[in-house]
């Protein structure tokens, strides 16, 4: 009877590991390789090594040797484990990239905000059109393509990690944050096409972030300025905002990304961020969901985190720590695996190491998160690392495929919403008085040229209503283009 239940608890825990194998996105093609590594670099790391690892500084080309220079110091003394790129542009990454990685004793995780590619940061590269214009095309192979041209481009530049695609559902209309930067305001197509860009992107070999969890659609307050509320039910989260990650996750979503936001049927401490909650991050992201890929907070230096900790975090962290990095700290504690862009990782790194020596973080903890972090960087490639090379950057970052693909998205995104009496297309031209009207705070002056090449269009303007009207009188019909201004989404 013994040895029976014996046989039956190896069976079960077999069961597990299987399990645990299949449903983790950060295993590479060699998995007992990448364990051997990662079991060797974890070994021979000091403590404040391995808590270094868990840490992602921002980085700009744009900034001054003397600046960047910080940056080097940081990684050499703090052992800092990543770095997320900001403004500037591809050659001067290419190079500060190569000199960081130079200076690091384990290779460096690199992330970007390339959303719509690396136009979001860098001069001089592509911009892909934004998600909301994705969400209008009803072929998501395109949408596949896209993500794979993208992850194309993060790959030559040597980056491992883009922080997308948002899957945030713009459910919302006055929100100020999110906007074109998500693919709409229904929930499956917002899964489906951020579905298809994960593995498109992915397939390219760079590791993909959804985001903003657990949802930042419907708000009204950026989090980079103050501390969203999401006054929903726990119910109606489950079945909206949860939705695209529960599908991404099934098919092998590398990471995600925990928003800064109050939500009372979450978490019951009022004013609590979600990125600092222990029920949002580890029972409902890692329990409920069932999600063993990466881990990020949100920027901690964005306000709806920083505010925080600022008013005080009395009864959050022991009193015998020191003071500075608290919520780093607290970000850890609640199971987030990466501090990204904490307001002073060497204060931070101090309350890790002070935690773990009083035993509020535990080995097995913190030896879970850095191997997860190393597992990823043998899954980039890592383990085998190589410079990024200069030799025909731009070409690389700028191809002809990518002006079509362009194209192809831009024509599958024309929407006819409404076509009364048939209207469009527009035929008999030679019959056809044309005027256009613009709205907008954009100019249209390219929809305009455009609209010319077909037959004579006439802009009209006015100061009021009324003499615009008056000069439609001889037109029998009326283009009206309503533009948006292009720079920001």
Not at 178 to 191: A, L
Not at 408 to 414: V, Y
Request: charged share 25%; glycine share 8%.
């Amino acid at each position: 009877m013994r040895y029976t239940s014996l046989i039956l608890l190896l069976f079960c825990a077999q069961i597990n590991l299987a399990q645990e194998i299949i449903n983790n996105p950060l295993l590479s093609e060699d998995p007992i390789q990448q364990q051997k590594w990662v079991d060797s670099v974890y070994n021979s790391m000091s403590v404040k090594e391995r808590i270094g690892q868990l840490y992602m500084v921002q980085v700009m080309s744009k900034n001054s040797d003397k600046v960047n220079n910080t940056i080097v110091d940081l990684i050499k003394e703090e052992h800092i484990g990543g770095i997320i790129y900001s403004n500037g542009g591809p050659y001067r990454q290419a190079r500060l990239n190569n000199n960081l990685q130079a200076a690091s004793k384990i290779p460096l995780l690199v992330g970007m905000d390339a959303e719509w590619g690396l136009s979001m940061r860098l001069d001089s590269t592509y911009a892909f059109p934004w998600n909301m214009t994705l969400g209008a095309i009803s072929d998501n192979a395109l949408v596949e393509q896209t993500g794979r041209q993208i992850g194309e481009h993060c790959k030559r530049l040597g980056v491992h990690f883009n922080f997308a695609p948002v899957v945030d559902i713009n459910t919302n209309p006055k929100n100020p944050i999110i906007g074109n930067r998500s693919f709409g305001e229904d929930r499956d197509n917002v899964t489906e096409k951020g579905l298809a860009f994960m593995k498109g992107m992915q397939s390219a070999g760079v590791l993909a972030n959804a985001k903003h969890f657990p949802g930042h659609g419907d708000t009204e307050d950026d989090s980079h300025k103050t501390l969203p509320t999401v006054s929903f039910s726990k119910q109606r989260i489950d079945s909206i905002e949860l939705y695209p990650y529960r599908q991404l996750i099934k098919e092998g979503l590398s990471s995600v990304m925990v928003a800064h936001l109050n939500i009372p049927s979450l978490e019951s401490r009022r004013g609590f961020p979600s990125s600092l909650s222990k029920h949002i991050v580890t029972d409902i992201l890692k329990g409920e969901l069932g999600f063993n890929g990466l881990i990020f907070t949100d920027a901690l230096t964005m306000k709806g985190a920083a505010d925080y900790v600022e008013k005080g975090v009395d009864g959050i962290t022991p009193k015998t720590l020191s003071k500075g990095g608290e919520i780093d700290l607290m970000a850890f504690l609640a199971g987030n695996d990466v501090m990204l862009m904490s307001e002073d990782p060497k204060k931070g790194i101090a309350k890790f190491v002070e935690a773990y020596n009083e035993g509020i973080i535990t080995e097995e903890r913190l030896s879970y998160s850095v191997k997860k972090v190393l597992m990823t960087k043998y899954k980039v490639g890592l383990h085998d690392y190589s410079p990024v090379g200069l030799y025909n950057l731009d070409k690389d970052l700028n191809r002809i495929k990518d002006d079509v693909l362009y194209e192809n998205l831009m024509e599958s995104a024309i929407t006819v919403v409404k076509n009364s009496k048939s209207l469009l297309p527009l035929r008999d031209l030679q019959t056809k008085k044309i005027a256009y009207v613009e709205l907008g705070d954009d100019s249209g002056s390219i929809f305009y040229n455009e609209l010319k090449k077909y037959t004579k269009v006439h802009h009209i303007k006015a100061d009021k209503l009324d003499g615009l009207i008056s000069k439609l009188q001889n037109y029998n019909t009326v283009v009206v283009g309503f533009h948006k201004n292009n720079d920001n989404p």
